[in-house]
Nanobody
Framework: QVQLVESGGGLVQAGGSLRLSCAAS????????MAWFRQALGKEREFVAA????????YYADSVKGRFTISRDNAKNTVYLQMNSLKPEYTAVYYC??????????????????WGQGTQVTVSS
């Protein structure tokens, strides 16, 4: 098991940048595929980005590819989401998630068994 705590959210003007962090407990952080999801008010949770256990492969939702970058530092038990060129429609609660599954369905939130509490990102126009 692993505990996840997100940080780095806040209020930012459209076009600005934020860097989210997700700190994980435990000594086997590298065993987990990590991902970011988000959920806007009144909408379903959606996949944002994922990174493999060994940091060798990343995946992005089409809506954020080229704007967001996911990375991880296994030595620090932390995964990051660098968000650039933010748009108001990106406003949501962003959640960090961890999975032990080996699957190509990296976008499926049901396969992630561990979730953080979320951090609010609000982009004003």
């Amino acid at each position: 098991q692993v505990q996840l705590v997100e940080s780095g959210g806040g209020l930012v003007q459209a076009g600005g940048s934020l860097r989210l962090s997700c700190a994980a407990s435990g000594r086997t952080f590298s065993d987990y595929r990590m991902a970011w999801f988000r959920q806007a008010l009144g909408k379903e949770r959606e996949f944002v980005a994922a990174i493999s256990r060994n940091s060798g492969r990343t995946y992005y939702a089409d809506s954020v590819k080229g704007r967001f970058t996911i990375s991880r530092d296994n030595a620090k038990n932390t995964v990051y989401l660098q968000m650039n060129s933010l748009k108001p429609e990106y406003t949501a609660v962003y959640y960090c998630a961890a999975s032990t599954y080996n699957t190509v369905d990296y976008y499926n939130g049901d396969l992630y068994g561990y979730w953080g509490q979320g951090t609010q990102v609000t982009v004003s126009s």
